[in-house]
């Protein structure tokens, strides 16, 4: 137990920690970008895959139990993370010396820079997400589902109509991308890719994911307003 506890309260052990954090929101983040782009494929399809999560694990749960149980983790989840971000942040400025400060931040990238404010702008994202295509609080046209399931994909299109609400979620899916770059990129760094042999390889290995990550999900707003999602 002393072990575990004198490895969390190093930055060794706290970066470990907030790479496992982060890896499970990663996995998320492509799960939930692959049940978006089932829109492109119809409502019929799209609906189906909403409903098979309302009803995933009956009989033997309620329905919901095991989705809402995965979102208690996702919370859990982040908060550690945003927890151990910010733990670290100021590990690293008590330790950091005056002289080396100028050099340190002309180092940074600006991924890196924007990264706590980024933060802060995925937080309020992730409340408003929740109340607008979750309790569909502040949906203008919300359908809760029902036993036919036929609702989600309604609540989609019309959710994303508006054109300043698809464009704030351009501007935290903005966001969310800078985020995962610096986190793709630190952990090549943590797991050895430093190496000169293979340094090269980290931004663009991080510019690629996290690319492919924003126009997954981006790509589903923009297609709304567009009226090829309809």
Do not use: C
Not at 41 to 69: C, I, K, N, T
Not at 169 to 191: C, D, E, R
């Amino acid at each position: 137990m002393r072990r575990v506890v004198a490895l969390y309260r190093s930055s060794v052990g706290k970066k470990v920690l907030m790479a496992v954090t982060g890896f499970v929101w990663f996995g998320f983040l492509l799960a939930h970008m692959a049940g978006n782009l089932g829109a492109f494929l119809g409502q019929e399809h799209f609906d189906a895959y909403a409903e098979h999560l309302r009803v995933v694990g009956e009989p033997m749960l309620p329905e919901y139990s095991a989705l809402w149980a995965f979102r208690a983790v996702l919370i859990a989840t982040f908060i550690a993370h945003v927890v151990l971000a910010w733990q670290t942040s100021r590990q690293s400025h008590q330790a950091r010396a005056v002289g080396y400060r100028k050099q340190e931040n002309l180092s940074f990238s600006p991924a890196s820079r924007f990264m706590r404010w980024g933060g802060v702008l995925i937080l309020v994202f992730l409340v408003y997400h929740i109340l607008h295509m979750t309790t569909g609080t502040l949906h203008p046209d919300f359908i809760a589902a029902d036993a036919s399931g036929h609702n989600a994909y309604h609540n989609l299109v019309t959710g994303l109509s508006n054109p300043l609400v698809a464009a704030f979620y351009v501007l935290a899916l903005t966001a969310v991308a800078a985020h995962l770059f610096h986190g793709v990129w630190s952990l090549m760094q943590t797991l050895g890719a430093a190496h000169p042999k293979y340094k090269h390889l980290r931004r663009p290995v991080a510019t690629i994911v996290a690319a492919l990550v924003f126009l997954g999900f981006v790509s589903v707003p923009v297609s709304v307003l567009a009226g090829i999602l309809r």
